[in-house]
């Protein structure tokens, strides 16, 4: 039985096998005797590719040359491959940080389900000890599969991995975003996980961009009555403080965290007061004439992070609220 093995091509800007990289245009890399998953593909400004994939179930990583030759100064012979869990584990994703680390996303079977994992790694290759647990961090949602297909960096060095999960049965697109040393970061969604119903059958997160007002888009697709269709998810900007925009607003938002009834004091005469989730929907929205106070029934809301955004006399303050 024949196995799968690494492979890449090189083109020339008009579309031509490049016949001065590998063998005609083409190289092939059998990692071990075993099929190996090529997934991504990356350039260094040194021009040096890495390729990422699965090799013998472990992340594997291969570095060449500009040339298609494996970059023996990198790794044993240009390769170097991490197990994480002891079973099957899948890469997907690799970007560069300015610094010139590069970190890895993808799922890492547990031994009862999927999770997401991420690496990241020292520009020489090895494993950056000061991120997760020796470079290593993994993410459960909800006790259920998970698999990691994409990831980007924010500005401010942290860590948005997204994908899709099989949770409640169904599969939904599925966010975690990390501070730079790796821990979730609780500023996003509390927690630092979000998941997100798009159709009622099987919704699929393949890629994820970060704007440049830190906006989040997700893009994939979601089936319901047998089709798929495409789609684009924006997720806002998360404060870094929540405690600090709280205490610099002139209004009394409480109790917040919130689980039944949310109270709304300060200025208000003349005010619109909307509630929006993270993705920026709308549930509700109210012109108020009272002067000093309003009330808004959250107890049928669904938990997770909201803004609560207040417009008056042309003046928009947005304040995130927790609702458990």
Do not use: W
């Amino acid at each position: 039985m024949q196995d799968l093995d690494f492979a890449l091509s090189k083109y020339t800007e008009n579309g031509i096998l490049d016949t001065a990289f590998g063998i005609n245009g083409k190289v092939i890399t059998d990692i071990n005797e075993e099929s190996n998953y090529g997934n991504d593909i990356i350039i260094q400004d040194d021009e040096k590719i890495i390729m990422i994939g699965t090799g013998n179930s472990d992340y594997t990583i291969a570095r060449y040359n500009e040339n298609g030759t494996l970059d023996d100064s990198f790794g044993e012979n240009g390769i170097i491959t991490t197990d994480i869990a002891g079973h099957f584990e899948s890469p997907q994703s690799i970007i560069f940080q300015p610094d010139g680390k590069f970190i890895i996303a993808g799922s890492t079977y547990n031994g009862v389900d999927n999770d997401f994992s991420v690496i990241r790694y020292n520009t020489d290759g090895l494993l950056d000890i000061s991120f997760g647990i020796n470079g290593i961090t993994t993410t459960d949602f909800d006790d259920a599969f998970n698999y990691a297909n994409s990831l980007a960096l924010q500005s401010d060095g942290k860590i948005v991995v997204t994908g899709y999960g099989n949770i409640d049965s169904y599969f939904k697109f599925n966010t975690a975003r990390y501070n730079a040393n790796g821990s979730l970061d609780s500023s996003f969604d509390f927690d630092g996980l979000t998941t997100f119903e798009i159709g009622s059958d099987v919704d699929i997160c393949n890629s994820v961009a970060i704007q440049s007002d830190g906006k989040i888009i997700l893009a994939g697709n979601s089936r319901t009555g047998g089709y798929f269709d495409i789609v684009l998810l924006r997720y806002l900007a998360i404060p870094v403080d929540i405690t600090e925009q709280l205490n610099s607003s002139p209004l009394l938002i409480s109790p917040n965290p919130a689980s039944d009834i949310l109270s709304i004091k300060g200025n208000l005469k003349n005010a619109t007061v909307s509630l929006f989730s993270i993705t920026g929907q709308l549930f509700y929205s109210e012109s108020i004439n009272s002067s000093d106070s309003h009330t808004i029934d959250i107890s049928k809301f669904t938990p997770g992070t909201y803004f609560a955004e207040i417009n008056n006399n042309g003046i928009t303050l947005r304040i995130p609220i927790i609702i458990i």
